[in-house]
């Protein structure tokens, strides 16, 4: 694929680094690998997103149709109130010297209804239609080194990466072009496995601070705060939710109280 005016060379990264959120299995929920030492995330040396600014941006027309649009607006007032809340703060014990992780904002967000996404979609097509928005688009911002762009796909399109399809394997994933780009994919929770019991709005946005924290933490994955055997700050944790004010969020692991908070 040529590269565009304003658009990065997609260099795949190494695919075991690429973690995800894994599929809501209630018979597992909190339970650590037999004979695994417990958790510890070390720090690898890269990049932490310190101030993230989020970018939300809905990925089919569909998301300008009633149920959906009203969803749109949800997840807009989510990262509003939640880039700001304790769930960020309580990142601080990832601090680094020179990197001090602190609350965030949204900085907008974009409807891109074309081309539509159809029944799935690949994490390269997902990477060259952020290239080609940020290239051809104003409305999108350029990649920074605290920018987090978030893709959410409409219902009835599922995502594939590393020969795995979301709702069969994973229900999304956060990753990264070249140390440059950073984003997620979420996939609509149309299967048990991407609702775990919950309303699809408290599933989205688990999911969603599942991976925001590991993006804030490990913005290349794998060379941020990782555990080879555990993953990331969320892996640790996934499925296990609380409510930051009005919002279901899941919990994340902590180095320092040595369990999921």
């Known amino acids: 694929m040529a590269v565009g005016q304003g658009e990065f060379a997609v260099v795949p990264g190494p695919s075991d680094l690429i973690r995800i959120v894994p599929l809501h299995v209630p018979e597992q929920l909190g339970l650590l690998p037999t004979g695994a030492a417990a958790p510890h995330l070390s720090y690898r040396g890269g990049p932490l997103l310190t101030a993230v600014e989020v970018f939300p941006v809905l990925w089919g027309a569909e998301w300008q149709q009633p149920p959906l649009n009203g969803t749109a607006t949800q997840l ?17 014990e990832y601090n680094v010297p020179g990197q001090a992780i602190g609350r965030g904002k949204r900085v907008g967000s974009a409807l891109v209804s074309a081309p539509a996404p159809k ?4 994490d390269s097509a997902v990477q060259h239609m952020l290239q080609h928005q940020i290239g051809t688009n104003a409305a999108f911002p350029r990649p920074s080194a605290n920018r987090l762009y978030f893709v959410y796909l409409p219902p009835g399109v599922s995502v594939v990466h590393g020969g795995s399809r979301s709702c069969q394997a994973f229900c999304g994933y956060h990753s990264d072009v070249r140390g440059q780009l950073f984003y997620a994919v979420m996939p609509y929770p149309g299967c048990a496995g991407c609702v775990g019991g919950l309303a699809p709005l408290d599933a989205l946005t688990s999911t969603s601070s599942h991976e925001l924290c590991e993006a804030i933490t490990d913005a290349v994955p794998g060379q941020g705060w990782y555990d080879d055997v555990h993953g990331q700050i969320g892996d640790i944790c996934a499925w296990q939710t609380k409510r930051v004010g009005p919002y279901t969020v899941q919990l994340e692991w902590s180095n320092q109280q040595v369990r999921c908070i």
């Open 76 to 92: 807009e007032t989510f990262f509003d109130y939640i880039l700001t809340s304790a769930l960020i703060d309580q990142l601080a």
């Open 119 to 122: 029944h799935s979609v690949t």
